[in-house]
């Protein structure tokens, strides 16, 4: 994984104006994960992960894939290598059953 993703939430973090541990707050995670990220000494981060940095800095995940050049701004079609599809794709497919069993569970 590039560090796209890391440099895309830095400069979406300063445009906002909050600081890295006020980002890690906002989105539930240690700010050591999110240090790591931004330096890019982090080669992988989970994807609810992901969805809290976007959810928290305001911002959707096709804003923040194309900030950190996974998507063309102006088109909905992701540009990731193969592996990193594969892995995205596995991690939404996890998310989802995760979400379905809990929602199983609360229809108990």
Do not use: C, W
């Amino acid at each position: 994984m590039s560090n796209g993703l890391g440099t895309a939430v830095k400069s979406l973090r300063e445009r906002a104006g909050v600081t890295q541990f006020g980002l890690a707050k906002a989105a539930k995670m240690d700010g050591t994960i999110l240090s790591r990220l931004e330096a890019g000494k982090r080669q992988s981060i989970r994807f609810e992960y992901i969805v809290a940095l976007a959810e928290a800095l305001g911002v959707s995940l096709d804003d923040l894939a194309a900030e950190a050049g996974f998507m063309k701004s102006s088109a909905s079609s992701l540009i990731l290598p193969s592996a990193d599809l594969a892995r995205l794709e596995h991690r939404v497919a996890s998310a989802r059953r995760h979400l379905q069993r809990a929602l199983v569970t609360l229809e108990l």
